[in-house]
């Protein structure tokens, strides 16, 4: 069954301490997105890569980074972990971007910073 | 940047009732507006969108109006069954694409 896979689904990492977020696509998609959602709150977008060329949201922190080494896989880098970085991470993807090709989302993570 | 909300936040309904939740979107240029349902434990996926150049879409049970001037779109559920009980997320975004601005969702709750 073709899916959009997140690992681990909860995530425990101490305040600081880096912690990367994995992400998979057996869809074949170009796109994948990163969403922050924080409780009770809209999914955030943070960014998202159109095949290997990244876009960043202008209020993305530096904190957050991500990598693309092929198209099947999407990593989040949280360089320092801070508590206000808890939340549930969801990634997406999109056959092409547009508006006809709707969102897929994997279950997400949730990470905790202790 | 598009700023989208959504009213009210907690909906309960009897089994077989409507149910009608309301978003709204600051940018004007907004052209695309999905909603997304997310179950308890599930990942969202989208159930119906609509695009600028329309005021009213239907699938089924659920029906999605917009009103580019006053800068709303609602989603319609009729008949409502246990099965819709979730949260319902709206999202705006301009150029047609899929960068998205979702609003904070509705807890919807079908008392059966």
């Known amino acids: 069954d073709a899916m959009v896979i997140q690992n681990p689904r909860y995530q425990v990492t101490q305040f600081g301490k880096p912690v990367t977020l994995s992400c998979s696509q057996t869809l074949n998609h170009n796109v994948m997105y990163w969403y922050q959602q924080k409780s009770s709150q809209a999914p955030k977008l943070l960014f998202h890569?159109?095949?290997?060329?990244?876009?960043n949201e202008a209020d993305t922190p530096d904190n957050f980074q991500s990598r693309r080494p092929n198209t099947s896989f999407c990593f989040l880098d949280i360089r320092s972990p801070g508590l206000g970085d808890a939340a549930m991470y969801l990634c997406?993807?999109?056959?092409?971007?547009?508006?006809?090709?709707?969102?897929?989302f994997g279950n997400g993570t949730r990470l905790t910073v202790t | 940047g598009e700023n989208v909300e959504q009213h009210p936040s907690t909906l309960s309904v009897q089994e077989g009732d409507s149910a009608v939740i309301k978003c709204t979107y600051s940018?004007?240029?907004?052209?695309?507006f999905p909603w997304y349902k997310q179950e308890l434990g599930k990942r969202p996926q989208l159930i119906i969108d609509i695009r600028s150049n329309v005021g009213e879409k239907k699938d089924q049970r659920i029906a999605v109006t917009l009103n580019k001037t006053a800068k709303h779109f609602s989603l319609h559920i009729t008949e409502t069954q246990p099965e819709d009980s979730a949260v319902y997320f709206c999202?705006?975004?301009?150029?047609?694409?899929?960068?998205?601005?979702f609003g904070k969702g509705n807890q919807v709750v079908v008392i059966p």
């Open positions: 997406a993807t999109s056959r092409d971007g547009g508006s006809k090709s709707p969102l897929h």
């Open positions: 999202a705006a975004s301009r150029d047609g694409n899929n960068r998205l601005a």
């Open positions: 890569y159109y095949d290997k060329d990244f876009n």
């Open positions: 940018d004007s240029a907004s052209n695309y």
